[in-house]
Antibody, heavy 120, light 107 residues
Framework: EVRLVESGGTVVQPGGSLRLSCAAS????????VNWVRQAPGKGLEWVAY????????YYADSVRGRFTISRDNAKNSLSLQMNSLRGEDTAVYYC?????????????WGQGTLVTVSS | EIVLTQSPATLSLSPGDRVTLSCRAS??????LGWYQQKPGRAPRLLIY???NRATDIPDRFSGSGSGTDFTLTISSLEPEDSAVYYC?????????FGGGTKVEIK
């Protein structure tokens, strides 16, 4: 069974930093690209960042580029998102989402999400 | 950035009804369009990828069609458990983008 388990969400002050993690199991993590997707309270879905299987290709949404950094450790089956200079509009549930191999850019499995609240 | 517009915003239908949801892209996405279902408090679930391919374990009452800029998700016979928000998403270009969602309510 594919499992993606996010952690690290909490309340943080504007301008602060936070690191989210996603632990993967039940599949060969090292051959899949993965993403972070977020959802502000009561709003729709927003793709945040992408990292390829070997970390050689990385993309960011304009809203987070320069502030967020996606990374992965294939030896530990883990994905991370380092978030700096956090703003109120970054408040959201952050999901770790796997990209389908047969349809890159399609999210075929998701974690349960972790809530980040940016507030003073 | 490719903008996806979903309509209607909300639908209220009865069990057994046929449901048609629309997603229109601001430019052609070929067939690189997926559909997701999200229930309250839950993560999204992939239903359809590349316009018309059902994902693993998705019931065959869900089907997708379209290409270019106009796409449709059809639920052939609505079940009570289909109450959810449905999102379309394109994978042709970066940034990957989602539509605003259609909420399906059961009468």
């Amino acid at each position: 069974e594919v499992r993606l388990v996010e952690s690290g969400g909490t309340v943080v002050q504007p301008g602060g930093s936070l690191r989210l993690s996603c632990a993967a199991s039940g599949f060969t993590f090292s051959i899949y690209s993965v993403n972070w997707v977020r959802q502000a309270p009561g709003k729709g879905l927003e793709w945040v960042a992408y990292i390829s299987a070997r970390s050689n290709t990385i993309y960011y949404a304009d809203s987070v580029r320069g502030r967020f950094t996606i990374s992965r450790d294939n030896a530990k089956n883990s994905l991370s998102l380092q978030m700096n200079s956090l703003r109120g509009e970054d408040t959201a549930v952050y999901y770790c989402a796997r990209s389908a191999i047969a349809a890159a850019g399609t999210f075929d499995d998701w974690g349960q999400g972790t809530l980040v609240t940016v507030s003073s | 950035e490719i903008v996806l517009t979903q309509s209607p915003a909300t639908l209220s239908l009865s069990p057994g009804d046929r449901v048609t949801l629309s997603c229109r892209a601001s430019q052609s996405v070929n067939n690189y369009l997926g559909w997701y279902q999200q229930k309250p408090g839950r993560a999204p679930r992939l239903l359809i990828y590349d316009a018309s391919n059902r994902a693993t374990d998705i019931p065959d009452r869900f089907s997708g069609s379209g290409s270019g800029t106009d796409f449709t998700l059809t639920i052939s016979s609505l079940e009570p458990e289909d109450s959810a928000v449905y999102y379309c998403q394109q994978r042709l270009n970066w940034p990957l983008t989602f539509g605003g969602g259609t909420k399906v309510e059961i009468k």
